[in-house]
């Protein structure tokens, strides 16, 4: 791990700016004027949805996604389906990446035969004038061999009359929602990264990146990407978070992934690594 100078510290907080609050805060509410689908079910169908498809290979029966879809095709049908904004339908996108990723990698335990997702806590707040439910959701997945697994994650679930957003929350004891304006939080940190690529600020990357990120032909097709990726969406994963690591895709405004990153925020500055997803 290269050590990072007082210098290298300074140049990066410099770099950090000043564009407002880093966080919106989730306000309480005794409940939700949620109408037909409830949220939390919205959410469980998509991840229960996604894994049967990708997560198991196409094993598990899908009641939405259609047989032999692709990522984009599948996050389509479910936006059609369950009536999802545009950001919960990205999120859809990128959860199902990293799951058809996930299912990629080779493991000891063998292929998953099946994922069971069940939705364990929901609150309401609001932020901003819309209601946010935050939804617990707990996972089991069951492999050809060893223990069942089992793992939970918080999603902040945006209700505007449908699913409009899936977030990630941020804090503990004041909850708040990423806004994705500061080097403290993990889509800040990524949009300071996706700025710096821009201006090919080659040294500031491989210092945010710990020297990941110095292959500037790898910038270069990132550039090229962000010019041509229109009005794009930053996430954050819920269901990846470990510690202070996340995981956050950017998807462009026709619904691809551009970029895949792994963000470790810290007491001082962040460690943000760039890797293609193509």
């Known amino acids: 791990m290269r050590v990072r100078t007082a210098a290298g510290i300074a140049v990066l907080a410099l770099l950090a ?7 919106a805060p989730l306000e309480p509410q005794q409940s939700v004027g949620a109408e037909g689908k409830r949220p939390e079910h ?29 990522v ?21 996108i990128a959860s199902g990446f990293e799951m058809q990723r996930e299912a990629a990698q080779a493991s000891p335990l063998g292929r998953v035969e099946s994922v069971a ?23 089991e997945v069951r492999r050809e061999s060893g223990p069942i697994t089992e793992s939970q994650a918080v999603y902040a679930v945006a209700w505007q009359e449908r699913v409009s957003e ?13 806004n994705g304006v500061d080097l403290t939080t993990a889509r800040g940190a990524v949009q300071r990264f996706l700025d710096l690529a821009g201006t090919r600020d080659l040294e500031a990357i491989r210092r945010i990146s710990d020297d990941a990120n110095a292959n500037p ?50 007491p001082l500055i962040p460690t943000v690594v760039y890797f293609p997803t193509a």
């Open 17 to 23: 700016g000043c564009a407002g609050p880093a966080t």
């Open 42 to 70: 919205v959410l469980v169908t998509v991840l229960s949805e996604l894994h049967n498809h990708f997560t198991t290979r196409g094993e598990a029966p899908t009641q939405v996604i259609s047989p032999g879809a692709t």
């Open 72 to 92: 984009q095709v599948a996050a389509e049908e479910l936006a059609e389906e369950l009536d999802l904004g545009r950001q919960a339908r990205d999120f859809a």
């Open 117 to 139: 997702i069940e939705a364990v806590e929901d609150r309401p707040f609001e932020s901003g004038g819309v209601d946010v439910h935050l939804v617990t959701v707990r996972q």
């Open 166 to 178: 899936v977030e990630a929350v941020t804090g503990t004891a004041t909850l708040a929602l990423d």
């Open 217 to 266: 032909t790898a910038i270069d097709v990132l550039r090229s990407l962000l010019g041509a990726a229109g009005d794009y969406q930053i996430l954050t994963l819920p269901q990846a978070h470990q510690g202070n690591a996340d995981t956050v895709y950017v998807i462009n405004e026709a619904g691809t992934p551009i970029a895949r990153f792994a963000v470790t925020t810290g």
